[in-house]
């Protein structure tokens, strides 16, 4: 199947700063990607939806100046996490298909813990 | 609006036991239905997808699932249980929401797998 690369796997920060996430299609030109949310031991809660060269759509909750979503090229969209705090220490997944694909392949998702 | 019930949150099983995750949807079109296995701290991995075709849907590592319009369900099968199977079980829908790649989880069910 189709490869999607989340980097970096796990990320420690301090409160305060700003981390940045990459989700890369790897084998496949991904004209739709989106980012999820995972607390332990819950579901996936899906934080925004973003198509190649406009802006990303974003679920009802989401604050969209804190969760900046960029998806600038066919292979590439980045989540940067704006003045994390420890409540935003959480399980990040991106996932992508391409054209009208039913379904989505995913990362293997980015630890986040803000100390 | 388009949602999963995962019935059970844990299941447990003997090693060579069937494995039977139960989901039942709700959606107001033709849903697309899928099931991932989630391993801890691992992204999620396709097992089967069920895209209106037929309705037995063959998956990876001997899972199938059947789709019931009747009874809104797409419950999971492994006629015989390996301890590697022991992992988080996510079952999904999608196409309610004009595409057919966001996809609304549900809670998830962990299966147990004991010798």
């Known amino acids: 199947g189709a490869v999607v690369s989340q980097h970096p796997s796990w990320v420690i920060c301090k409160s305060g700063t700003s981390v940045k996430i990459e989700c890369r299609s790897l084998d496949f030109q991904a004209t739709t990607m989106f980012w999820y949310r995972q607390f332990p031991k819950q579901s996936l809660m899906l934080m925004a939806t973003?198509?190649?060269?406009?802006?990303?759509?974003?679920e009802q909750g989401v604050e969209k100046d804190k969760f900046l979503i960029n998806h600038a090229s066919l292979t590439l969209s980045t989540l940067t996490v704006t003045s994390a705090h420890p409540e935003d220490s959480s399980f990040y997944i991106c996932s992508a298909r391409w054209g009208q694909a039913i379904g989505a392949f995913f990362g293997q998702g980015t630890r986040l813990t803000v100390v | 609006a388009q949602s999963v019930t995962q019935l059970g949150s844990h299941v447990s099983v003997s090693e060579g036991a069937l494995v039977l995750l139960r989901c039942n949807y709700s959606?107001?079109?033709?849903?697309?239905l899928f099931w991932y296995v989630q391993y801890p701290n691992q992204g999620l991995q396709l097992l089967l997808k069920y895209t209106s075709a037929a309705t037995l849907v063959k998956g990876i590592n001997g899972f199938e699932a059947e789709f019931k319009k009747s009874e809104t369900s797409f419950h999971l099968t492994k006629p015989s249980a390996h301890m590697s199977d022991a992992a988080e079980y996510f079952c999904a829908v999608a196409g309610d929401t004009g595409t057919a790649s966001k996809l609304t989880f549900g809670t998830g069910t962990r299966l147990q797998v004991t010798l």
């Open positions: 973003s198509n190649e060269g406009s802006k990303a759509t974003y």
């Open positions: 959606s107001s079109v033709p849903p697309y």
